[in-house]
């Protein structure tokens, strides 16, 4: 056998092993493993405060009407018109790792957080508006008293109202959604968040 092809043959094979070598050696090379992307994650989500975040504008009107006891003579009925701006959704202040239970072999993750509440109510002075006013000539106009009493009467009922309106579901849904996507987008195939 010629000894220069030898020599060519070494001289060929050399650089595709040395490619070879290199690129079996990266592929090998593993990037963060989950458990290290869940250390990274669990801060972003205390940064955040607040998760799966819903706000609702609430118009209502406030009415009183009143017709006199037998002693006075005449009616007066006052109608109101106001918009409330509730917002709702899962406190983060108290997350941790203690919320996320993981398999890593199995890229599956468990995370608990608290149901929905209300994060803030707002029912501005400025958008009361009187809409409608009907005093009898011998009846005296509603005061300011009788008028912040109503409007207290109204957000009272607004507050107690808020659980019907779904509010609460949607954030816990929309934060549903928010985690597994996350979670998803770290490398886990399985994630179930639960609220208690």
Same mark, same amino acid.
């Given at each position: 056998?010629?000894?220069?092809?030898?020599?060519?043959?070494?001289?060929?094979?050399?650089?595709?092993?040395?490619?070879?070598?290199?690129?079996?050696?990266?592929?090998?090379?593993?990037?963060?493993?989950?458990?290290?992307?869940?250390?990274?994650?669990?801060?972003?989500?205390?940064?955040?405060?607040?998760?799966?975040?819903?706000?609702?504008?609430?118009?209502?009107?406030?009415?009183?009407?009143?017709?006199?006891?037998?002693? $006075?003579?005449?009616?007066?009925?006052? *109608?109101?018109? +106001?918009?409330?701006?509730?917002?709702?959704?899962?406190? #983060?202040? @108290? %997350?941790?790792? $203690?919320?996320?239970?993981?398999?890593? *072999?199995?890229? +599956?993750?468990?995370?608990?957080?608290?149901?929905?509440? #209300?994060? @803030? %109510?707002?029912?501005?002075?400025?958008?009361?508006?009187?809409?409608?006013?009907?005093?009898?000539?011998?009846?005296?106009?509603?005061?300011?008293?009788?008028?912040?009493?109503?409007?207290?009467?109204?957000?009272?009922?607004?507050?107690?109202?808020?659980?019907?309106?779904?509010?609460?579901?949607?954030?816990?849904?929309?934060?549903?959604?928010?985690?597994?996507?996350?979670?998803?987008?770290?490398?886990?195939?399985?994630?179930?968040?639960?609220?208690?």
């Amino acid at each position: 056998m010629n000894p220069n092809s030898n020599r060519y043959i070494r001289l060929f094979l050399t650089p595709i092993l040395l490619i070879a070598l290199s690129l079996g050696t990266y592929s090998c090379k593993k990037g963060p493993s989950l458990e290290e992307e869940l250390e990274g994650w669990i801060p972003q989500m205390v940064e955040m405060a607040e998760l799966g975040t819903v706000e609702y504008t609430i118009n209502k009107i406030v009415s009183a009407n009143d017709n006199g006891d037998w002693y $006075k003579v005449g009616d007066r009925m006052i *109608l109101f018109s +106001t918009t409330c701006y509730i917002k709702a959704g899962i406190p #983060l202040d @108290s %997350f941790s790792e $203690k919320n996320v239970q993981t398999d890593a *072999l199995r890229k +599956t993750a468990t995370v608990t957080l608290p149901h929905a509440k #209300l994060l @803030s %109510f707002n029912m501005p002075p400025d958008e009361v508006k009187l809409t409608y006013k009907k005093i009898s000539a011998l009846r005296s106009d509603f005061d300011a008293a009788e008028r912040t009493r109503l409007l207290t009467q109204a957000e009272q009922r607004i507050r107690a109202s808020i659980a019907t309106t779904g509010i609460y579901q949607e954030a816990e849904l929309n934060a549903t959604e928010i985690v597994t996507t996350m979670l998803k987008n770290l490398g886990f195939e399985i994630v179930k968040v639960q609220f208690v």
